[in-house]
Nanobody
């Protein structure tokens, strides 16, 4: 059974940093691209970042480019999102998602339950 479990969310002041983690199990983690997607209160889903199966290629939404970094440790079956220079508009539930292939040309087929990030003073 595929499981994706996010952690690391919380309350942070504007300008602060957080690192989210996503522990993956039930599939060969190193064979699949992964992504972070967020949903702000009262809004739709917004794709944030993606990384290919080997970790050598990444892609970011314009809204987070230069502030967020996606990475993965295939030996630990874990995906990360380092978030710096956080803004109130980054407040959202952040979801980890698995692509159905090694790159992000494939669709996302599994999602975690999410972790809440609140950016507020």
């Amino acid at each position: 059974e595929v499981q994706l479990v996010e952690s690391g969310g919380g309350l942070v002041q504007p300008g602060g940093s957080l690192r989210l983690s996503c522990a993956a199990s039930g599939f060969t983690f190193s064979s699949y691209a992964m992504s972070w997607v967020r949903q702000a209160p009262g809004k739709g889903l917004e794709w944030v970042a993606a990384i290919n199966s080997g970790g050598g290629s990444t892609s970011y939404a314009d809204s987070v480019k230069g502030r967020f970094t996606i990475s993965r440790d295939n030996a630990k079956n874990t995906l990360y999102l380092q978030m710096n220079s956080l803004k109130p508009e980054d407040t959202a539930v952040y979801y980890c998602a698995k692509f159905d292939g090694s790159g992000w040309a494939y669709g996302m087929d599994y999602w975690g339950k999410g972790t809440l990030v609140t950016v507020s003073s």
